[in-house]
């Protein structure tokens, strides 16, 4: 199996026991996800944006949506000290049986 192949079970299986389990949103989620960010060397915005990628699906599927869009913004500092903002997108159409 290649890299992307097991980047994609990976994400598949994080996306299947993250429904099963349920996603807690609270005020402390972005302190344990900064937590975890080091511990296991990854970057707290790789977490949140992978995070955020499943956000779309999730409250389609809760909510009985057709189609969910999101936009989320942080404001960083660069190098320079400087506020920058950045923004991910995400968004799930889903393609629903009629019901007769």
């Known amino acids: ?25 609270s005020s402390s989620t972005n302190r344990k996800l900064g937590a975890f960010a080091k511990e296991s060397g990854t970057s707290l915005q790789e977490l949140r944006e992978l995070l955020i990628e499943f956000l779309p699906d999730f409250l389609g599927e ?5 189609f969910v869009s999101i936009r989320v913004g942080y404001d960083d500092l660069d190098g320079d000290l400087k506020k920058v903002r950045h923004y991910v997108d995400a968004e799930h159409e889903f393609h629903r049986q009629a019901s007769a």
């Open 1 to 25: 199996m290649d890299e992307k192949r097991k980047a994609e079970v990976t994400r598949a299986l994080l996306r299947l026991r993250l429904w099963e389990n349920g996603l807690t949103l």
């Open 62 to 66: 809760a909510l009985g949506a057709d």
